[in-house]
């Protein structure tokens, strides 16, 4: 159910001209291992989806997780 809710809010970003990149890459120069980054995705922080192997996110959602954080 959370996926698919992540795949509408990330559709309605793309929609508006925002660019999916990979949230390891997002949250890399922040201090986020891996793990942490997979493990607030999974708990529902991070607006994410799996596309084969790779969370992606856009930077705005990113910035939303950080300020409520």
């Known amino acids: 159910m959370r996926e698919s809710l ?9 929609e508006k ?3 999916l990149e990979p949230v390891s890459k997002l949250l890399k120069g922040l201090g986020y291992s891996p793990e ?3 493990q607030l995705i999974k708990r529902g ?3 994410a989806v799996k596309i084969k192997k ?7 959602l990113i910035t939303l997780f ?3 954080y």
């Open 6 to 14: 992540d795949r509408l809010i990330i559709a309605k970003h793309k």
């Open 17 to 19: 001209g925002a660019k």
């Open 36 to 38: 942490s980054t997979r």
């Open 45 to 47: 922080k991070i607006v």
């Open 54 to 60: 790779t969370w992606y996110s856009t930077e705005d």
């Open 66 to 68: 950080l300020v409520s």
